[in-house]
């Protein structure tokens, strides 16, 4: 049985489809530039040569039936009709305060995920634009939708709430949300099979370091805190958005310096982070590179990023109590070493201690922690679309492995 798995944005789509009996994957692909000029679908088949298809692409429908098409094709498909995807799991990013976990797409879930239009004006709609389409071409197909926000639910009031007056939590739902929930939680789940431990049995901490970055707080095996918020703009530094800043900085730029509330909102979300700290770039391979070459402005974009984490590492170990399990996953997280050492220097006092070989070698999953490091430090690769098709897959009875 095939599960797929869409991830509908502004102005793409990016699709998975698995095999859920052994969890293959067999083919994805991104319809890219949807409404747009020069839309095209590249599409690859695990086992066979990909296909870049440039077409005129204006909207979801015709997006999401070019990827039926796809992956129906008698050359570079990979079924030989739609009829054998059993079952949709569709991204959507906010399901506010109703969505505790994922669920079955019914009339009411889709009001669910308009009334959170507001919350998630950038992704909600084409969220359920992607849903409506594969209701048109697929309406007897289950589908599923897993929330980014919704692993962290559980996360208490003193928390969640910020200190502002409370009636604008109360009428206009400005609380911490959180969101990668569903990296979070895949993370988890894995470390808990690499330990042989139940998640409920752990204090544990997952860093995902990617182009965004956020960094959970579990125990007793739920999201206690997070660091991105009402927004995924807060917490901590990451590619392009600033993370936390003093809220007075916003009014000195507006009213000092005279910029627009547009630019600012602009400048924070894509012009701070790592590309604004290093004026160089916002990948951490190319700071990475320029640290090494001497550059000052890169240095410090490092030591900026790493103490921020630690910062939020130390804050969440105080709100659990302790810490078992520290893991580290997304692009950063699972692939530099050096970002890992200087991260968890310091926490000695913890009982954490990393073993410098074991975080050098190449292999993705694996424990680089000593032998008689109280914590346990894990670099775990996420796959956020292989935790939807599995949740798709238990939703709708499918059988898994
Ligand atoms: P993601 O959003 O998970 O794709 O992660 C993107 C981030 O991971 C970018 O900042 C990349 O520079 C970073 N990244 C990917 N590979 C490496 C690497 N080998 N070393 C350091 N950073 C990396």
């Known amino acids: 049985m095939n599960v797929l798995v869409i ?38 088949p695990i086992d066979k040569p990909e296909v870049n298809i440039k077409s005129d692409i204006p909207n979801y429908e015709t997006a999401l039936s070019m990827v039926m098409d796809a992956l129906t094709d008698v050359n570079y ?56 389409a594969c209701k048109k071409l697929l309406p007897h197909t289950k589908q599923v939708a ?22 604008l939590y ?20 894995i470390a808990c099979e690499l330990l042989g431990q139940p998640l409920e049995k752990l204090k544990m901490i997952t860093c995902h370091l990617g182009n965004g970055c956020s960094i959970t707080a579990i125990k007793e095996g739920k999201s206690i805190d997070t660091s991105m918020g009402f927004t995924p703009l807060e917490g901590l530094i990451m590619g392009t958005r600033s993370g936390d800043i003093d809220p007075a900085i916003i009014f000195y730029l507006v009213e000092r ?9 602009s400048m924070l979300n894509r012009e701070s982070g790592l590309l604004g700290l290093s004026g160089i770039s916002r990948d951490m391979r190319d700071i990475l ?22 910062k939020y590492i130390g804050a969440y170990s105080a709100s659990m109590g302790g ?33 410098e070989e074991k975080n050098s070698n190449s292999q993705r999953k694996k424990a680089i922690n000593t032998d ?30």
């Open 372 to 401: 008689d490091s109280k914590v346990k430090v894990l670099v775990i690769p996420t796959d956020e679309e292989l935790m939807i098709a599995r949740d798709t897959a238990e939703i709708c009875g499918l059988n898994t492995t």
């Open 323 to 355: 810490l078992d399990v520290l893991v580290f996953t997304a692009g950063i997280g699972e692939n530099s070493s050096l970002i890992r050492s200087l991260i968890c220097k310091g926490f000695e006092y913890l009982g954490l201690y990393i073993d």
């Open 146 to 167: 897993v929330f980014d926000t919704a692993f962290h639910v559980t996360i208490p009031k003193e928390a969640y709430l910020y200190a502002i007056p409370y009636r």
């Open 257 to 265: 310096i005279g910029l627009s509330i547009q630019e600012v909102n």
């Open 77 to 132: 498909g990979v079924i030989k009709s739609p009829y054998e995807i059993s079952a949709i799991g569709h991204r959507v990013v906010h399901g506010g305060e109703k969505i505790s976990s994922s669920v079955l797409i019914t009339e009411e879930i889709e009001n669910i995920i308009k009334e959170c239009f507001d919350l998630a004006p950038l992704h909600n709609p084409p969220n359920l634009m992607g849903i409506q």
């Open 289 to 310: 590179k320029s640290a090494e070459e001497g550059n000052e402005m890169a240095i410090n974009a490092i030591k900026c990023f790493v103490y921020r984490i630690k």
């Open 7 to 44: 991830n509908a944005g502004s102005s793409s789509v990016k699709y998975k489809l698995f095999l859920i009996e052994n969890e293959k994957l067999l083919a994805e692909g991104l319809v890219d530039r949807i409404g747009l000029n020069g839309s095209n679908l590249l599409h690859k």
């Open 170 to 189: 109360a009428d206009y739902s400005i609380r911490r949300y959180g969101f990668h929930g569903t990296s979070h939680r895949y993370v988890a789940n």
